[in-house]
T-cell receptor, first 111, second 115 residues
Framework: AQSVTQLGSHVSVSEGALVLLRCNYSSSVPPYLFWYVQYPNQGLQLLLKYTSAATLVKGINGFEAEFKKSETSFHLTKPSAHMSDAAEYFCAVSDLIDMRFGAGTRLTVKP | NAGVTQNPKFQVLKTGQSMTLQCAQDMNHNSMYWYRQDPGMGLRLIYYSASEGTTDKGEVPNGYNVSRLNKREFSLRLESAAPSQTSVYFC??????????????FGPGTRLTVL
């Protein structure tokens, strides 16, 4: 069965610092992997998606993620954090009709 | 386009009461989903519908029923609400009938409290 583990329920960085949000997955078949962002009191929005075309995936707002099959990881990074990046981030895996989400990582950006 | 809309935005129920959460999408998507979001648990799938006229159970279907009224609308019903159903409920849709690999588009959510 597919599943997702996000390491760290809360990450705090300073404005301008590197953002690294960790995601590990398990799947019996090559998966589709996603990162979604949720701003307060809103639904989820897609940041980026991996579909096996390229291992480094670029998304919106300067975020990118690298698929590493050997490590079963799909970590999300951004070189320089902005105050507007403060939100909750969810990693998700899809290898069947449904999608399984991680528990989420809340990103705080300090001025 | 409004995307995915949900009604109501907030609701308070007493234990044992029933209610229906409404969801509609105007993107001509085939698949629709209902999730619940609880702190520290991410989103868990309650039910989904891969096409008009079909529905299937997800990870946590107990205590819920759904209706795919037409291609646009997918409602979630709580027949006898329980405090354990206090949660934020999200409706989502995706373009394909298989759902596999498709981006899901989410509504703004319904915050439900059961006393």
């Amino acid at each position: 069965a597919q599943s997702v583990t996000q390491l760290g329920s809360h990450v705090s960085v300073s404005e301008g610092a590197l953002v690294l949000l960790r995601c590990n997955y398990s799947s019996s078949v090559p998966p589709y992997l996603f990162w979604y962002v949720q701003y307060p009191n809103q639904g989820l929005q897609l940041l980026l998606k991996y579909t096996s075309a390229a291992t480094l995936v670029k998304g919106i707002n300067g975020f990118e993620a690298e698929f590493k099959k050997s490590e079963t990881s799909f970590h999300l990074t951004k070189p320089s954090a902005h105050m507007s990046d403060a939100a909750e981030y969810f990693c998700a895996v899809s290898d069947l009709i449904d999608m399984r989400f991680g528990a989420g990582t809340r990103l705080t950006v300090k001025p | 386009n409004a995307g995915v809309t949900q009604n109501p935005k907030f609701q308070v129920l007493k234990t044992g009461q029933s209610m229906t959460l409404q969801c509609a999408q105007d993107m001509n998507h085939n698949s629709m989903y209902w999730y619940r979001q609880d702190p520290g648990m991410g989103l868990r799938l309650i039910y989904y519908s891969a096409s008009e006229g079909t529905t299937d159970k997800g990870e946590v279907p107990n205590g819920y029923n759904v209706s795919r009224l037409n291609k646009r609308e997918f409602s979630l019903r709580l027949e006898s609400a329980a405090p354990s159903q206090t949660s934020v409920y999200f409706c989502a849709s995706s373009v394909g009938t298989s759902g596999l690999g498709d981006e899901q588009f989410f509504g703004p959510g319904t915050r439900l409290t059961v006393l």
